[in-house]
């Protein structure tokens, strides 16, 4: 009981943290288009999309860093690192910092290309483009440098602090945006140097904390090869299928430049933030989960199964409840937070939440893997799956010349992957998945389509209105249809607690 206590109060404050930085994100993008306009907005996004490729191999090494290092760690919280322990972390790093020399020299690479050869666009001079591009490298830079520190307070399960710090990012990319629009400045390289000190700032606040609260953590660098080789071997894999996921993505953009011009580009970018918000908003509680799940992984009880299942019910709720909420609501929410956006962001908006729902089907799925560890056949085929998203979508524009055509083969081969990541997870870990595509799938998509049918025949024209009714229909079917006996107790337990307090 202590320990589902425990994710679940890691769950709530990753979750606030991420309720936070959802809203303040949301701002800074209007901001950003009213500094920068939207033309020249669509063409940061798209050299930022280089750095954002580096971003997800951020995440690739942290996962893997902390997968290792909490099994490693298990159940002592004690902040001080055993010799085993720090051997792995020392491994670690030098993984990643293998990693993010590939990286470097990757972005460089594609993005010398493309914007050689590729980039479309009138507004801004060509040295501008090119300062803009390394302040973004350097900004990549500083946060890959910096990740094995987030990796520690994952581990050790210091979601109070990791969760400071990500709060601090976003508001001190608040503020320095902020002074670019006081100032009145409508430069593209104004606002990415704005971004690169924000996340400086941020980082160098990190690492005082970390050299603070945690003992025995000076790096020697042990160079042991049989540490290395299972540590580099596992973040390969998920390296792979980090950069299928962000290919998948951010190349419909590239296409887009070419195909459609910056406009277009604008109302991608204003979708994937979006999709990137929820996801992350519905990620936080895998980050939550993770070190739990690799820490009874094996282990001759329930409680990794009760885990995995409880962490689906939390994950399409959240998922699911935002999504409906977007969904019925998205031209008020557009016309309450963006002055000026594209006409097709609402076309593009409504195909991303059908995205959002699909992958966060797979959060619970690929933490679960990811705690077994056997990665290597899940990613290669998922991994392919996703970049195949780049070749059928050119050909689909090339023949259809239309935008939507982009959707409908990303959800295509979205759902594809989804049945794939559930039949090699059934063969790893048994016939708790079917518990998962009964419990949580199928009943989840029953509760939604029922929600979505329920929200038309009650709808307002006020919008907070309507979001409360939307909230209210999706949670009463959620709770019934949903939640098992025990949970439906627990939670009417709670609440009659909580009256008796307040009366």
């Avoid at 063409?43 to 290792?68: E, W």
């Avoid at 990693?99 to 060509?126: E, M």
């Avoid at 440098?145 to 990319?173: G, H, N, Q, V, W």
């Avoid at 907070?464 to 019934?480: M, P, T, V």
């Amino acid at each position: 009981m202590k320990r589902f206590s425990n994710v679940l109060k890691n769950s709530v404050l990753l979750y606030f943290r991420m309720v936070v930085g959802l809203f303040v994100s949301l701002y800074i993008s209007r901001i950003s288009l009213d500094i920068l306009g939207v033309d020249t907005f669509g063409l940061y996004t798209i050299i930022a999309s280089f750095v954002i490729v580096g971003g997800v191999l951020v995440n690739v090494a942290t996962v893997s860093m902390q997968r290792h290092l909490s099994e490693k760690i298990g159940e002592n919280l004690s902040r001080t690192l055993s010799t085993e322990s720090k051997n792995v972390l020392d491994a670690c790093v030098i993984v990643n910092t293998m990693l993010g020399i590939f990286s470097i020299l990757l972005i460089i690479l594609f993005g010398t290309v493309y914007i050689n050869l590729y980039l479309n666009q009138d507004i801004v001079n060509i040295s501008i483009i090119w300062y803009v591009f390394y302040v973004s490298i350097a900004t990549f830079l500083i946060s890959f440098t910096t990740s094995p520190y987030l990796t520690l307070l994952i581990s050790f399960e210091d979601t109070k602090y990791y969760a400071l710090i990500m709060i601090l990012e976003i508001i001190s990319k608040l503020i320095s945006i902020l002074c670019l629009y006081l100032t009145g400045s409508k430069s593209i390289l104004d606002y990415t140097i704005a971004i690169f000190i924000s996340i400086l700032i941020t980082r160098l606040i990190l690492f005082l904390i970390v050299k603070n609260r945690y003992k025995n953590i000076p790096l020697t660098l042990t160079y042991d090869w049989n540490i290395i080789k299972p540590i580099l071997s596992f973040t390969g894999w998920n390296l792979w299928g980090g950069i299928a996921s962000v290919m998948s993505l951010q190349g419909v953009t590239f296409l887009i430049n070419i195909f459609f011009g910056l406009s277009v580009n604008t109302a991608r970018a204003i979708s994937l933030q979006i999709y990137s918000a929820v996801t992350q908003l519905v990620n936080s509680i895998q980050i939550a989960i993770a070190p739990q799940l690799v820490k009874s992984n094996g282990k001759e009880n329930n409680y990794f199964s009760q885990l995995f299942i409880l962490s689906g019910k939390i994950t399409i709720y959240l998922a699911f409840l935002i999504s409906l909420i977007l969904y019925e609501n998205t031209e008020s929410l557009l016309d309450l937070w963006l002055d000026n956006y594209p006409p097709v962001t609402i076309i593009f908006l409504k195909f991303t939440y059908i995205e959002i729902i699909l992958t966060s089907l797979g959060y619970p799925v690929l933490s679960a893997v990811q705690a077994n560890g056997n990665i290597k056949k899940y990613q290669l085929v998922v991994g392919g799956l996703m970049i195949l998203n780049i070749p059928f979508i050119f050909i689909s524009i090339s023949l259809y010349e239309t935008y939507i055509s982009i959707y409908i083969v990303s959800i295509i081969i979205s759902s594809i992957s989804l049945l794939y990541r559930l039949i090699y997870a059934k063969k790893i870990m048994g016939s708790i998945v079917n518990e998962y595509l009964f419990s949580v799938v199928i009943k989840g998509i029953l509760v939604l389509l029922l929600s979505l049918i329920l929200t038309n025949l009650i709808h307002c024209n006020t919008i907070i209105l309507n979001i409360l009714i939307n909230g209210i229909i999706f949670s009463i079917l959620f709770f019934l249809i949903i939640l098992s006996n025990e949970e439906k107790k627990s939670i009417l337990s709670q609440i009659n607690r909580l009256l008796r307090v307040n009366i």
